[in-house]
């Protein structure tokens, strides 16, 4: 199995409220779980590193949401670092609202946007 199919199995999104960055109680747990999974992955892959991105709804400038997208992530990377997941090994970035998951306009497709990803750094 590869470092790019082990981020992509292991990894969950986790999910924001409107033009928020704090981690709500359902992204506790699945971040709690991605940190376990975070620390076995880069234990089998010692110079890899994860990237956690951070995306919004359509809604809001394009550099707003860029900011917006860069607190969650920092807010992600924060809340992994607590549970042990080695700072030198993550790394941010925001793609605010520019590569949406579901490209309807509603609350339901809104929410599968505000999230944080993850996926293979260099």
Same mark, same amino acid.
């Given at each position: 199995?590869?470092?790019?199919? $082990?981020? !992509?199995?292991?990894?969950? *999104?986790? @999910?924001?409220? @409107? *033009? =928020?960055?704090?981690? /709500?109680?359902?992204?506790?747990?699945?971040?709690?779980?991605? %940190?376990?999974?975070? =620390? !076995?992955?880069?234990?089998?892959?010692?110079? %890899?590193?994860?990237?956690?991105?951070?995306?919004?709804?359509?809604?809001?400038?394009?550099?707003?949401? &860029?900011? &917006?997208?860069? /607190? $969650? %992530?920092?807010?992600?990377?924060?809340?992994?670092?607590?549970?042990?997941?080695?700072?030198? /090994?993550? =790394?941010?970035?925001?793609?605010? =609202?520019?590569?949406?998951? #579901?490209?309807?306009?509603?609350? !339901? #497709?809104?929410?599968?946007?505000? $999230?944080?990803?993850?996926?293979?750094?260099?």
């Amino acid at each position: 199995v590869t470092f790019e199919q $082990r981020v !992509s199995s292991d990894m969950q *999104d986790a @999910y924001f409220d @409107y *033009d =928020k960055s704090d981690i /709500r109680g359902d992204a506790q747990g699945v971040l709690s779980q991605d %940190a376990t999974a975070i =620390k !076995s992955i880069l234990g089998d892959f010692p110079n %890899a590193m994860i990237v956690i991105e951070g995306h919004c709804d359509e809604r809001g400038s394009a550099e707003y949401n &860029l900011g &917006l997208g860069d /607190r $969650r %992530a920092t807010a992600a990377k924060e809340f992994l670092l607590g549970l042990g997941v080695s700072a030198d /090994r993550v =790394k941010t970035i925001s793609y605010g =609202k520019e590569r949406p998951q #579901c490209t309807e306009s509603n609350e !339901s #497709c809104w929410q599968k946007n505000r $999230r944080v990803h993850f996926s293979p750094g260099q």
